[in-house]
């Protein structure tokens, strides 16, 4: 299983593509991913089986694109994601923003 940038059309194994993603927003449960070939950035969602690719519109997320991944699981933790793929486990951490 190969899975594509949008932008560069570059495609990854699980292990390089879950690995380039960088916080999970609890709140409009969404994980921030960047390529790591073109270095574009896109927000996306993991649902059971697929990757939903959009953008956060009026205070929630909308997926526009998606991508199938056959056997993706996922489990939200209080401050992080767990992503499950065969037999392939990764977590994607909550940055904790400071209030300034």
Not at 51 to 68: I, M, N, T
Request: with cysteine; charged share 30%; aromatic share 10%.
């Amino acid at each position: 299983m190969l899975i594509p940038c949008l932008a560069c059309e570059s495609r990854f194994v699980p292990d390089e593509y879950f690995r380039a993603c960088s916080d999970y927003n609890r709140g409009l449960d969404l994980v921030s991913w960047t390529c790591p070939r073109c270095g574009n950035r896109d927000d996306l969602r993991v649902l059971p089986g697929e990757l939903g690719f959009g953008y956060p519109y009026r205070g929630r997320f909308d997926v526009h694109d998606r991508v199938r991944v056959p056997g993706l699981r996922r489990k939200r933790g209080d401050l992080r994601l767990d992503i499950s793929l065969d037999a392939g486990r990764w977590r994607v951490p909550t940055r904790i923003r400071q209030l300034v």
